[in-house]
Protein backbone atom coordinates (compact mmCIF):
# COMPACT_ATOMS: atom_id res chain seq x y z
CA UNK A 1 0.00 0.00 0.00
CA UNK A 2 1.52 3.39 -1.05
CA UNK A 3 2.04 5.81 1.64
CA UNK A 4 -0.73 8.10 -0.31
CA UNK A 5 -2.94 5.10 1.12
CA UNK A 6 -3.94 6.32 4.57
CA UNK A 7 -2.29 4.31 7.66
CA UNK A 8 -0.10 2.16 6.48
CA UNK A 9 0.38 -0.84 8.97
CA UNK A 10 4.15 -0.93 10.80
CA UNK A 11 5.83 -3.41 8.51
CA UNK A 12 4.18 -1.42 5.43
CA UNK A 13 6.01 2.00 7.02
CA UNK A 14 8.83 0.04 6.98
CA UNK A 15 8.75 -1.21 4.15
CA UNK A 16 8.19 2.92 2.47
CA UNK A 17 11.40 4.10 0.82
CA UNK A 18 12.36 6.07 -1.89
CA UNK A 19 12.85 4.19 -4.91
CA UNK A 20 15.74 4.80 -7.53
CA UNK A 21 14.92 4.66 -11.47
CA UNK A 22 16.90 5.08 -14.07
CA UNK A 23 15.99 7.39 -16.55
CA UNK A 24 17.78 5.70 -19.64
CA UNK A 25 17.95 2.75 -22.48
CA UNK A 26 21.90 2.25 -21.89
CA UNK A 27 21.39 -1.46 -21.30
CA UNK A 28 25.03 -1.21 -20.00
CA UNK A 29 24.21 1.66 -17.67
CA UNK A 30 21.34 -0.26 -16.57
CA UNK A 31 23.34 -3.02 -15.57
CA UNK A 32 26.06 -1.12 -13.48
CA UNK A 33 23.43 0.84 -11.17
CA UNK A 34 22.15 -3.05 -11.19
CA UNK A 35 24.93 -4.18 -9.55
CA UNK A 36 25.28 -1.28 -6.82
CA UNK A 37 21.55 -1.99 -6.00
CA UNK A 38 20.55 1.33 -7.34
CA UNK A 39 17.99 0.00 -9.87
CA UNK A 40 14.30 -0.34 -8.56
CA UNK A 41 12.89 0.42 -12.40
CA UNK A 42 13.70 2.40 -15.45
CA UNK A 43 12.09 4.69 -17.57
CA UNK A 44 12.54 5.90 -21.20
CA UNK A 45 10.89 8.22 -23.31
CA UNK A 46 11.13 8.90 -27.13
CA UNK A 47 13.49 11.12 -27.14
CA UNK A 48 15.49 8.37 -24.98
CA UNK A 49 14.39 5.90 -27.43
CA UNK A 50 15.00 8.37 -30.44
CA UNK A 51 18.55 8.89 -28.89
CA UNK A 52 19.81 5.31 -28.69
CA UNK A 53 19.64 4.66 -32.29
CA UNK A 54 18.28 1.03 -31.95
CA UNK A 55 14.74 -0.61 -32.39
CA UNK A 56 12.43 0.25 -29.57
CA UNK A 57 10.36 -3.39 -28.42
CA UNK A 58 13.69 -5.26 -28.72
CA UNK A 59 15.18 -2.73 -26.61
CA UNK A 60 12.31 -2.38 -24.05
CA UNK A 61 12.33 -6.16 -23.72
CA UNK A 62 15.67 -6.45 -23.37
CA UNK A 63 15.25 -3.69 -20.79
CA UNK A 64 12.54 -6.08 -18.67
CA UNK A 65 14.62 -8.89 -18.69
CA UNK A 66 17.76 -7.08 -17.31
CA UNK A 67 15.18 -4.94 -14.66
CA UNK A 68 12.86 -6.46 -12.77
CA UNK A 69 11.27 -3.73 -11.19
CA UNK A 70 8.94 -1.27 -13.52
CA UNK A 71 9.87 -0.50 -16.91
CA UNK A 72 8.11 2.74 -18.60
CA UNK A 73 7.48 2.45 -22.70
CA UNK A 74 5.87 5.81 -23.63
CA UNK A 75 2.88 5.43 -26.39
CA UNK A 76 4.04 7.62 -29.56
CA UNK A 77 1.16 8.54 -30.45
CA UNK A 78 -1.68 11.39 -29.45
CA UNK A 79 -4.87 10.10 -30.28
CA UNK A 80 -7.03 7.74 -28.38
CA UNK A 81 -7.46 4.85 -30.30
CA UNK A 82 -3.69 4.87 -31.55
CA UNK A 83 -2.84 5.42 -28.01
CA UNK A 84 -4.72 2.13 -27.12
CA UNK A 85 -3.74 -0.30 -29.80
CA UNK A 86 0.19 0.79 -28.72
CA UNK A 87 -0.47 0.95 -25.32
CA UNK A 88 -2.06 -2.47 -25.67
CA UNK A 89 0.89 -4.10 -27.53
CA UNK A 90 3.93 -2.40 -25.21
CA UNK A 91 1.97 -4.65 -22.09
CA UNK A 92 2.87 -7.13 -24.05
CA UNK A 93 6.46 -7.16 -23.98
CA UNK A 94 6.71 -7.85 -20.19
CA UNK A 95 4.81 -8.19 -17.06
CA UNK A 96 6.83 -5.60 -15.39
CA UNK A 97 6.01 -2.99 -18.43
CA UNK A 98 4.48 0.22 -17.41
CA UNK A 99 3.12 1.72 -20.35
CA UNK A 100 3.79 5.76 -20.17
CA UNK A 101 1.25 8.34 -21.64
CA UNK A 102 1.26 11.73 -22.01
CA UNK A 103 -1.29 13.74 -20.04
CA UNK A 104 -3.82 15.34 -22.00
CA UNK A 105 -7.25 14.17 -22.12
CA UNK A 106 -6.62 11.68 -24.58
CA UNK A 107 -3.67 9.96 -22.25
CA UNK A 108 -6.31 9.93 -19.13
CA UNK A 109 -8.48 7.89 -21.17
CA UNK A 110 -5.91 5.75 -22.34
CA UNK A 111 -4.45 5.74 -18.80
CA UNK A 112 -8.32 4.88 -17.39
CA UNK A 113 -8.70 2.07 -19.57
CA UNK A 114 -5.21 0.46 -19.29
CA UNK A 115 -5.14 0.32 -16.00
CA UNK A 116 -8.80 -1.24 -15.15
CA UNK A 117 -7.42 -3.75 -17.18
CA UNK A 118 -4.70 -3.92 -14.91
CA UNK A 119 -2.19 -2.51 -16.72
CA UNK A 120 0.49 -0.08 -15.04
CA UNK A 121 0.71 3.67 -16.37
CA UNK A 122 3.32 6.08 -15.97
CA UNK A 123 1.05 9.38 -16.58
CA UNK A 124 3.95 11.63 -18.21
CA UNK A 125 5.09 15.43 -18.60
CA UNK A 126 2.70 16.85 -15.62
CA UNK A 127 3.88 20.52 -15.13
CA UNK A 128 0.93 21.56 -12.42
CA UNK A 129 -0.35 19.89 -9.42
CA UNK A 130 -4.21 19.50 -10.96
CA UNK A 131 -2.93 17.00 -14.01
CA UNK A 132 -1.69 15.14 -10.96
CA UNK A 133 -5.07 14.88 -9.30
CA UNK A 134 -6.64 14.03 -12.53
CA UNK A 135 -4.26 11.32 -13.15
CA UNK A 136 -4.34 9.63 -9.98
CA UNK A 137 -8.41 9.59 -10.48
CA UNK A 138 -7.80 8.06 -13.99
CA UNK A 139 -5.99 5.24 -12.12
CA UNK A 140 -1.95 6.24 -12.80
CA UNK A 141 0.24 3.78 -11.13
CA UNK A 142 2.92 6.67 -11.44
CA UNK A 143 2.85 10.13 -12.19
CA UNK A 144 5.60 11.75 -13.57
CA UNK A 145 6.15 15.84 -12.37
CA UNK A 146 8.96 17.33 -14.41
CA UNK A 147 11.17 19.10 -11.95
CA UNK A 148 14.12 20.04 -14.25
CA UNK A 149 11.98 21.56 -17.41
CA UNK A 150 10.17 23.94 -15.10
CA UNK A 151 14.06 24.53 -12.98
CA UNK A 152 15.18 25.57 -16.66
CA UNK A 153 12.34 28.38 -16.93
CA UNK A 154 12.84 29.57 -13.65
CA UNK A 155 10.19 28.08 -11.55
CA UNK A 156 10.91 25.69 -8.53
CA UNK A 157 10.12 22.21 -9.68
CA UNK A 158 10.40 20.79 -6.11
CA UNK A 159 7.39 22.90 -5.57
CA UNK A 160 5.43 20.92 -7.42
CA UNK A 161 6.54 18.03 -5.72
CA UNK A 162 5.39 19.53 -2.47
CA UNK A 163 1.78 20.19 -3.44
CA UNK A 164 1.22 16.96 -5.39
CA UNK A 165 2.21 15.12 -2.05
CA UNK A 166 0.09 16.94 -0.18
CA UNK A 167 -2.79 16.62 -2.42
CA UNK A 168 -2.25 13.65 -2.16
CA UNK A 169 -2.63 12.87 1.51
CA UNK A 170 -5.94 13.75 1.13
CA UNK A 171 -6.95 11.28 -0.76
CA UNK A 172 -7.05 8.27 0.98
CA UNK A 173 -7.93 5.84 -1.77
CA UNK A 174 -5.06 6.82 -4.11
CA UNK A 175 -2.51 4.33 -4.90
CA UNK A 176 -0.51 6.54 -7.64
CA UNK A 177 3.01 6.96 -6.64
CA UNK A 178 5.23 10.03 -7.03
CA UNK A 179 7.58 9.25 -9.55
CA UNK A 180 10.17 12.81 -9.71
CA UNK A 181 11.21 12.94 -13.12
CA UNK A 182 13.66 15.32 -15.11
CA UNK A 183 16.04 15.31 -12.10
CA UNK A 184 19.45 17.15 -13.47
CA UNK A 185 21.06 17.12 -9.81
CA UNK A 186 21.78 15.59 -6.68
CA UNK A 187 19.55 18.14 -5.13
CA UNK A 188 16.52 17.25 -6.72
CA UNK A 189 17.13 13.38 -4.91
CA UNK A 190 17.85 14.78 -1.57
CA UNK A 191 14.41 17.27 -1.53
CA UNK A 192 12.50 14.41 -3.08
CA UNK A 193 13.92 11.82 0.00
CA UNK A 194 13.38 14.59 2.29
CA UNK A 195 9.96 15.49 1.05
CA UNK A 196 9.06 11.95 0.63
CA UNK A 197 8.88 11.15 -2.64
CA UNK A 198 7.97 7.29 -3.99
CA UNK A 199 10.64 7.42 -6.97
CA UNK A 200 13.01 9.34 -8.50
CA UNK A 201 13.91 8.69 -12.22
CA UNK A 202 17.31 9.79 -12.42
CA UNK A 203 20.45 9.86 -15.36
CA UNK A 204 22.29 7.28 -14.18
CA UNK A 205 25.43 9.54 -14.59
CA UNK A 206 23.61 11.84 -11.59
CA UNK A 207 22.86 8.74 -9.42
CA UNK A 208 26.42 8.03 -9.21
CA UNK A 209 26.87 11.72 -8.00
CA UNK A 210 25.57 10.46 -4.93
CA UNK A 211 28.07 8.71 -3.16
CA UNK A 212 30.95 11.22 -4.52
CA UNK A 213 32.40 13.41 -1.58
CA UNK A 214 35.96 15.09 -1.63
CA UNK A 215 36.06 14.20 2.06
CA UNK A 216 35.67 10.27 1.63
CA UNK A 217 38.47 10.31 -0.86
CA UNK A 218 40.74 12.63 1.37
CA UNK A 219 39.80 10.38 4.59
CA UNK A 220 40.35 7.00 2.05
CA UNK A 221 43.70 8.34 0.38
CA UNK A 222 45.14 8.97 4.22
CA UNK A 223 43.86 5.77 5.37
CA UNK A 224 45.53 3.82 2.50
CA UNK A 225 48.89 5.63 3.83
CA UNK A 226 48.50 5.34 7.14
CA UNK A 227 48.29 1.35 6.36
CA UNK A 228 51.09 1.53 4.19
CA UNK A 229 53.45 2.43 7.17
CA UNK A 230 52.08 -0.51 9.09
CA UNK A 231 54.12 -2.70 6.35
CA UNK A 232 51.27 -5.47 6.89
CA UNK A 233 49.07 -7.03 4.55
CA UNK A 234 45.94 -8.55 5.43
CA UNK A 235 46.26 -11.00 2.93
O1 LIG B 1 11.95 10.68 -18.98
C1 LIG B 1 11.18 11.65 -18.37
C2 LIG B 1 12.02 12.80 -17.86
O2 LIG B 1 12.92 12.31 -16.91
C3 LIG B 1 12.73 13.57 -18.97
O3 LIG B 1 13.69 14.39 -18.41
O4 LIG B 1 15.81 15.67 -18.81
O5 LIG B 1 14.23 15.26 -20.74
O6 LIG B 1 13.60 16.85 -18.89
P1 LIG B 1 14.37 15.58 -19.26
Known amino acids: MPKHGGQNSQKEQEEIRMKFFADTSDIDAIKDLADLGMLDGVTTNPSIIAKSGKEFIPLIKEITQ ?10 ASTDFDTMMKEGEKLATIADNIAVKVPLTEAGLKVCKRLSDAGTMVNVTLCFQPMQALLAAKAGATFISPFVGRLDDIS ?3 MELIADILTIYEGYPDFHTEVLVASVRHPQHILESARMGADVVTCPPDVIKKLYKHPLTDKGLADFVADWKKTGQSIL
Open 155 to 157: QTG
Open 66 to 75: VCSGPVSAEV
